[in-house]
């Protein structure tokens, strides 16, 4: 089966400022919803971890797999896509017509990045890549996965195993630190 889980919150989330590659740590809040979701999913078993070198994701999976004897194997595949010139903006849906809003409010139009940003291709292109390479394989093999990583780049995990379209890449509202189980059906 495989696992994907959302970082826990930091202080950028709760001031609504763009991170993206951005290494932002976990707040003490973060921190807690990563020790409650061990308690929650303490039954959940997983083979392997593999996981963001981003300080967010890291800490959640190391709290959230302490004492569970899981490796984390950590792939810079898994970071958080970029949003250029726009990480460390707050409240970027409050400024009209801001380049970067595309990207959150109709995806399916945010066809070129915005400065330093990356594309949906370039995304979908790295996760598809680990996806194929570390993880098909390991399903294929009966193994348990799990994948903790970061809004946008789990949210191309999701459209990739839930063929979605690129229109409902918000769709399935990834929130900090919850488990969300997806399908594995081999040769699709």
């Known amino acids: 089966m495989l696992y994907i889980m959302r970082h826990g919150q930091t202080d950028w989330n709760v001031i609504h400022k763009l991170q993206g590659k951005t290494d932002i740590p976990l707040n003490e809040t973060g921190r807690l919803m990563a020790k409650n979701a061990a308690k929650e999913y303490s039954d959940v078993h997983f083979d392997v971890c593999f996981c963001s070198p981003l300080k967010r994701a890291s800490e959640t999976a190391e709290i959230l797999l302490r004492d569970r004897h899981v490796p984390i194997i950590y792939d810079d595949r898994l970071r958080e896509m970029s949003f250029g010139v726009y ?35 370039e995304l979908f ?51 900090n630190c919850k488990l969300m189980e997806l399908p594995y059906n081999k040769g699709e």
């Open 125 to 175: 292109m790295r996760t598809g890549e680990f996806l194929k390479q570390k993880v098909f394989p390991l399903l294929e093999d009966g193994k348990d996965v799990l994948i903790v990583g970061h809004g946008a780049m789990n949210s191309s995990i999701v459209c990739r195993m839930l063929n979605l379209p690129i229109s409902e890449f918000w769709s399935k509202g990834i929130q």
């Open 87 to 121: 990480e460390g903006v707050e409240n970027t849906f409050a400024v009209e017509d801001l380049p970067i809003n595309l990207l959150f409010k109709s995806p399916e139009k945010y066809t070129v990045p915005v400065i330093g940003g990356e594309s949906f291709d």
